[in-house]
């Protein structure tokens, strides 16, 4: 897992006085994700955990022959040789249309500056996700734009040790908007039927489901960090189906984001849309009210449980129906925990 | 079958005025296991395809003979391809329906009444699987279409493979084997799609980067040919494995995309004319607007082959066709070196003056 010594070997010969950079210029980990994951298309990355040479030449920026400079000058090349491979369609996506470079390289730097910067998240119980197998992460849904997904992601990326990759579930609904859908399936996502989820849960993905869907995200703020109802449990049967231990997942601090106070029924219907959000900025505040405020977030995974054993009642809507209930009450319980240990949703 | 006499009598392929199937039957007559090839087909083949069809006898079936024509030649093997993807200079959608439905159900209710047949292969397509927001990320043989395809093309397909269903149930003595092929491409296809990846400038939908996927040409032909001289009975998704997104293939390909307002805002057909589809419509319109991917697990675990992936027939399609090429890799990693070079002397001249 070291990072690769390319970088740092080259740096003090040009350019000593760059040397001593702030630690953060070189976050621990930052987008070298897991090649080690088993599922990406292929190490066709930048930076791998492989020294220069051996990596192949389409993937050296095109002026590497050159004696090195400082880190400017490697930040300069690494970026224009990302764009030239994103320009000359040389990236390899997935069946599902996931694009792991571009999420490495755009959509994870842009989501972790929310996460660790406006929303200060803290994570705990994160050994409790598998380091290889498949996992299915199942979270409460909040706060009227669907930030928690991203935010959960980041954290599953950022702080498992093999940074995994979280592939979301989405209502079909996601995808029938343009621009949207698109993101969501660059970034890994999926639609949330049985053949999608198994299908994941089959290659040995971690597979993330927030089975409140709409009534979770659309509930008013008075009603916060009260977990509606799980729909059918459809997510228990696929976990069962394929034996892939459930993992649940309590998030607090999405229910401040965008507090919702109201829901314009009529506008809703006019755009098609669940439900059309009033919050205490938006739509008053126009753009500026797209601004989520700056809640202090805590994610916590609970102790997976296990399903190997009930691959037969998969479809047994008793078993089905309890291990929905269980899972339901673990986070309902975490999340009255959580909430205890953070008195003040805006707390540093 | 004894002694010297081939593994398989007669071979008749329907459609061989048409590329693919003058190419299968051609591939056909070849093997030394197969004894004769008839090529059926209303009209002559076209003058281009003389050369590739020397060895195949022709029959022009009218609709008269159409009901016994596959008894009368003794046929044992029998491949369906008269279909057509889209309408063209001389066939309306009208006549491309009629070609393709009234055509099937003709030539199976001739399969049926023939006694010595013990093997049918129909080509369908992936389009089977129609086009929705709500589908699942990739089709099995198993998945049923969620609505029914707006594309005239899908829905012909829906109804051959109708057909081909019901000629199962009547005749279970017949191998009966049904290919849905992905969009055909290589570096002597020449499709609508094709001729779509060919132009400079590429239209797409805007907000929409559907996932793709294509089968080579020559691995089509190799599959066609494994269902003839192999038995391998029940339906087939065949691609090439792997993804390319469409603005991923518009890049490798060198060209410049375009995007085009979405069907809702504009109107589909509107749309569909801007793409350059206003003869292929729909169908290609929904491709592009969902994207279609097919498990092909079936395929190489029965047939014991995996067809080329779909980067690798893309690649071979782009090497064929160099010209209109707008970006490309060379390009891109020159312009990349000289602004790199730039930067570098700069910053080179900033840090001598501080």
Not at chain 2, 8 to 26: C, E, H, K
Not at chain 2, 204 to 212: A, C, E, N, Y
Request: glycine share 8%.
């Amino acid at each position: 897992m070291s990072r690769p010594d390319i970088d740092r070997g080259r740096q003090p010969a040009t350019e000593p006085a760059r040397a001593t950079l702030p630690p953060e210029e070189f976050p621990a980990d930052p987008v070298h994700p897991a090649q080690r994951n088993g599922h990406q298309p292929r190490g066709d990355r930048p930076a791998g955990d492989q020294p220069a040479e051996d990596r192949p030449a389409g993937d050296r920026p095109a002026g590497d022959d050159e004696p090195a400079g400082d880190v400017w000058d490697r930040r300069v090349a690494s970026t224009l040789a990302f764009l030239r491979r994103r320009l000359s369609g040389q990236y390899d996506v997935d069946e599902f249309g996931f694009d792991p470079e571009l999420t490495d390289g755009v959509f994870y730097p842009v989501l972790r500056l929310l996460y660790r910067n406006w929303f200060r998240t803290e994570v705990t119980g994160i050994e409790h996700l598998s380091s290889d197998g498949a996992g299915l992460v199942v979270a409460n849904h909040s706060g009227t734009v669907a930030l928690d997904a991203l935010m959960l992601s980041v954290a599953v990326h950022d702080q498992h040790p093999r940074h995994r990759y979280l592939r979301l579930l989405g209502a079909d609904l996601v995808f029938r908007m343009p621009v949207v859908s698109e993101l969501v399936r660059k970034s890994g996502g999926a639609v949330a039927c049985h053949p999608d989820a198994e299908r994941l849960m089959r290659a040995g993905e971690l597979v993330g489901v927030f089975p409140e869907g709409f009534k979770g995200i659309g509930k008013r703020y008075t009603e916060r960090y009260k977990l509606q109802r799980f729909g059918r449990g459809g997510f228990v049967s696929a976990a069962l189906r394929t034996g892939t231990p459930i993992v649940p997942v309590a998030i607090v601090g999405a229910e401040e984001t965008y507090p919702m106070l109201g829901d314009i029924k009529l506008f809703a219907r006019l755009f098609k849309l669940p439900y059309f959000p009033v919050t205490p900025t938006f739509p008053w505040f126009g753009p500026l009210g797209l601004v989520p405020l700056p809640s202090k977030w805590l994610i916590e995974f609970g102790p997976p449980i296990p399903t190997a054993h009930l691959v037969d009642y998969a479809d047994d809507p008793l078993v089905v129906f309890n291990l929905a209930d269980q899972v339901r009450e673990t986070i309902q319980q975490t999340l009255h925990r959580l909430l205890a240990r953070r008195p003040d949703p805006f707390a540093a | 079958m004894t002694g010297d006499r081939p593994a398989t009598g007669t071979v008749v392929v329907t459609g061989v005025s048409r590329y693919l199937a003058a190419q299968v039957a051609a591939r056909l007559a070849a093997d030394p296991s197969i004894g004769r090839v008839v090529g059926l087909d209303p009209v002559e083949p076209a003058p281009g395809l003389a050369t590739v069809l020397r060895d195949v006898e022709h029959v022009r079936a009218s609709a008269a003979t159409a009901l016994t024509v596959i008894a009368d030649l003794d046929a044992d093997v029998v491949v369906h391809l008269a279909i057509s993807t889209a309408p063209d200079q001389q066939h309306s959608r009208a006549a491309m329906k009629e070609q393709n439905v009234i055509g099937t159900m003709q030539l199976l209710a001739s399969c049926q009444r023939a006694p010595r047949l013990r093997k049918l292969v129909v080509r369908s397509s992936t389009a089977a699987y129609g086009a929705s927001f709500r589908d699942p990320t990739v089709f099995t043989e198993e998945t049923e279409p969620r609505e029914v395809p707006r594309g005239g093309f899908a829905r012909d397909i829906l109804d051959i493979e109708g057909y081909a269903r019901g000629f199962r149930r009547r005749r279970p003595d017949v191998i009966a084997t049904v290919l849905r092929l992905a969009p055909l491409i290589g570096s002597t296809a020449d499709t609508t799609l094709t001729r779509y990846f060919a132009q400079p400038i590429v239209p797409t939908v805007l907000g929409r980067d559907p996932r793709l996927q294509f089968i080579h040409l020559d691995d089509a032909l190799a599959v066609l040919h494994r269902s003839v001289a192999e038995d391998h009975p029940g339906t087939y998704n065949v691609a090439g494995a792997g993804v390319l997104t469409l603005s991923q293939a518009i890049r490798r390909a060198g060209r410049v995309a375009v995007p085009v307002l979405e069907p809702g805002l504009s109107g589909a057909a509107g749309v569909a004319r801007a793409l350059g589809f206003d003869r292929y419509g729909l169908d290609q319109l929904d491709l592009f607007v969902h994207g279609r991917v097919v498990d092909t697990t079936r395929l190489v675990s029965e047939y014991g082959f995996a067809p080329r992936t779909t980067a690798a027939a893309f690649d071979d399609f782009i090497r064929a066709h160099p010209e209109g090429t707008v970006l490309n890799g060379e390009r891109l990693a020159l312009a990349e070196r000289g602004i790199l070079a730039r930067i570098r002397q700069a910053r080179a001249a900033v840090r001598e003056h501080a």
